[in-house]
């Protein structure tokens, strides 16, 4: 079973504040250089989505009522909500704030069908939190997670084994778990519009042109996904990231403004005892094109100053560059945690 809560920073917003129910409302900084966490209903209907700049929002919903995100908040119902699912399976896997999914096999009321299981779980929530939540249930977790988008808001749906396969045929390629906008334009280009035309190529092709991703196209195509409920899941990586107020045109300015981001990164080090071996620059310019910088290096990052020098570096190789920067994040992967990464990322050309 895949849940996920509706619009969950904004319906938050809407419940505890009475007036902006029924109201177009984005979660996010209004500010010019702002970007929407998150929308409400309302706001989706004229077009409004997370990740978009808030003055693209702000022309596309005049009427947009901006909230600032009340991250504290939120993490607190996310527990609560968690709290109802341990309820019911001690196998639940969270995904983020709002979503997670549960293995709801073997439950512990005994109920005899998931749907039944689904239907308390999303009554509870509301019963206690007053948040409404949509429900997907399958055979596995990628359908179970599509199957969740078909009847939201507050609803559910099911994929059985007999309409697993048709329902797959159906979904654009850029619905399958692992291909983004850019590999769904370089499929369209192959003419791979839809799960059926990805179901008419071999294993072989698709291993040709993805690597192992192909290979994991070609199982999930043919509706067969085994990744188990992984409830003792654990963070693979460390990213915060800045927009700024006024884009940066130096050397000197941008390593500076990636100073409080590094912070950022090494407290999250320093408060869990976590390493990583992998430091990723993420650099988005002012006409919205991002790119990445990694490197890979022989052992953990041990102190902030190799933090430091590890970006500083990815900085470095970007100059000359012929752009302002609009947006700095810096990643830690390759954690030493059980589930490191299993091959290096090798750096990124521009």
Excluded at 250 to 260: I, N, T
Aim: proline share 6%; with cysteine.
């Amino acid at each position: 079973m895949h849940v996920d809560l509706d619009a969950f920073y904004a319906s938050v917003e809407q419940r505890d504040n009475p007036e902006l129910r029924g109201k177009p409302v984005a979660v996010g900084g209004s500010r010019k250089r702002g970007v929407v966490v998150a929308a409400s209903y309302e706001a989706r209907r004229f077009g409004v989505h997370s990740a978009m700049p808030s003055v693209t929002a702000r022309r596309k919903c005049p009427d947009l009522i901006f909230v600032n995100p009340r991250f504290d908040i939120y993490r607190e119902v996310s527990r609560q909500i968690r709290e109802i699912f341990y309820e019911y399976t001690p196998l639940v896997e969270p995904l983020s704030l709002d979503e997670a999914y549960l293995d709801v096999t073997k439950n512990l009321k005994d109920i005899p069908y998931a749907t039944q299981v689904a239907r308390e779980i999303r009554a509870k929530i509301w019963e206690e939190t007053y948040l409404t939540a949509s429900a997907g249930i399958s055979f596995n977790k990628f359908l179970a997670k599509m199957a969740s988008d078909q009847n939201k808001p507050n609803g559910q749906f099911v994929i059985t084994p007999e309409m697993g396969p048709a329902f797959v045929e159906s979904l654009p390629v850029g619905k399958f778990h692992g291909i983004g906008p850019a590999t769904a334009r370089k499929m369209n280009e192959l003419g791979i519009f839809t799960g059926l035309d990805l179901k008419a190529q071999w294993l072989d092709f698709l291993h040709q042109r993805s690597g192992k991703a192909g290979t994991h196209y070609f199982w999930l195509v043919h509706a067969v996904d085994y990744r188990p409920i992984q409830p003792d899941r654990i963070r693979k990586s460390i990213g915060p990231e800045n927009t700024f107020e006024k884009d940066l045109e130096s050397f000197e300015e941008m390593k500076g403004a990636l100073q409080p981001i590094m912070d950022k990164v090494w407290r999250h080090c320093e408060h869990t005892g976590v390493r990583g071996r992998t430091v990723t620059l993420k650099v988005k310019f002012p006409d919205f094109q991002q790119i990445t910088r990694s490197c890979t290096l022989p052992g953990y990052v041990e102190s902030r100053w190799g933090l430091d020098q590890a970006s500083v570096d990815l900085l470095r190789q970007l100059f000359p560059l012929d752009k302002s920067v609009r947006l700095f994040g810096v990643s830690l992967l390759a954690l030493n945690t059980n589930e490191e990464a299993e091959t290096p990322q090798l750096p990124l050309q521009l």
